[in-house]
């Protein structure tokens, strides 16, 4: 099969250059005359001492256009996103245009294939979702798309990074929530690599902390990135303005938020270490103005993460973006149109790295096994649909044309055959029978299919990623790591 990552998008532009100008001026008049609130006193020091007017009393800091600019062009503007294949396969170059698709997290419930229902996530989920996803050629990064509820928060990181670690050899994103833990998944992760260096050389993991909209730098998500960022680790920092909650509702000054949110976060992290590798983050959508509830299936989301690529790129900085849920509680018509419609908008837009692309019911609450088959599927035919269309000498075949002639056929054709298998998707859950052969087959319809390929995935034989000598040893000097993490 041809696995289609890392293709130019930026087809899709829903904001104009003027548009995107005016975005960009607004953020800028937010961060010098309304400022950001940043918590902690040793980030608001980093800001005072590059320039910034800092209020100790209302721990405001205020940034002009010159520290703005300054500070972003100090990012990367590819980030390196490392798989485990030797060969460098599956490595995913985040920048520019380039689109690649990923899960995304944290759910904090699993619907079993097959099932209706959902249940709480537990640990064992985090290594069968690994394997799937492992499985699943056209998701190209596993973000930790589960909490397991059966741990205690301080041993969550390590014990999410740790399962992940040994069932898949993709690169591997996760949300943090303890400096320790943070800790923790760096030194297992220098274990397996073989050293600090190595690690920092090829990074197989990255980590995402939060910014919270609007306006503001909390003191728990800021130590969080300053201390990945102190240890060299990729990061995200993503920002969630919600339309009509906590930002305007119209979509325009939902983007403001958004801009200067994460804006802040890339420029903390610069402070900390400049041309530490980070990732401009969108996870923007809007609320049910009936009950203020969270969306993930809407449009407007897809609009937002879109335009979002476009800023992202006006800042020349990789982009962290979100698609592909739905507000559905089981795998039925409305999941498909829903997820289908924003990772198309947002890939064909050139969103770089599209997270919570695969496996999300129920607001993002609900992780689907099943789901997952089906957004492998979805996600192939969005990649299809970033390619495009290529026009050169050889796709327009005139010299076939010539030989075929009027009433000709192509049946028979080397161009046929040497085009086959590259020009056209071909889909590994679809139905594409005739009727017959389809009852003949069981008649099942695209979830019952799905749901049949996690068990094939599932029911195989599983086979750790990792070598014993390596996970003996991160059972040895991890501690808060379950044994069954690196066992099989």
Known sequence: MQVRKGLPGGQYKPLTTEEIQRIHATSLRVFAEVGVEVTPPEARKLFRD???????????????????????SKAPSVVRLCGRAENGELDCQIGGNAVHMGTGGTALNV???????????????????ARLVDALDNIHIYMLNVYPNDLPVEGVDVNRFGAALNRTSKH???????????????????????????????PFISMVTCNISPFRLDEAYSRLTMEVVQNGIPVVVPAEPLCGATAPITLAGNLVVQNVDTLA???LTQLVSPGTPVLYGCISSITDLRDMKYLSGA????????????????????????????????????????SAITNLMVGLAGGNFIHDAAGFLEFCMTASYEKLVIDNEIIGMVMRAVEGIQVNDETLAFDELKKAGPGGHFVSSRHTRRHMRSEQYHPQLSDREDRDKWKGMGARDASARAAHRVREILDGPAQPVLPLEIRERINKEIPTLRPSVMDL
Not at 111 to 129: E, F, K, T
Not at 173 to 180: D, N, R, S
């Open 50 to 72: 590059a320039g910034a007017e800092v209020d100790e009393a209302s721990r405001a800091v205020r940034i002009d256009q010159d520290l703005v600019e300054q500070l972003l």
């Open 111 to 129: 619907q079993d294939p097959g099932s209706h229902d959902s249940r709480r996530a537990q640990l064992a989920d985090v290594m069968n979702m």
């Open 172 to 202: 591997v994103m996760g949300g943090v929530y303890t400096t320790e833990g943070v800790r923790d998944v760096i030194k297992m992760a220098e274990i397996i690599a073989g050293s600090s260096g190595k690690l920092r050389e090829r």
């Open 265 to 267: 976060g890339v420029m």
């Open 299 to 338: 449009v407007e989301m897809g609009l937002m993460n879109a335009a979002s690529a476009q800023m992202a790129r006006f800042y020349r900085l990789p982009l962290y973006s979100t698609a592909g849920m739905s507000d559905s509680k089981v795998n039925d018509v409305q999941a498909g149109y829903e």
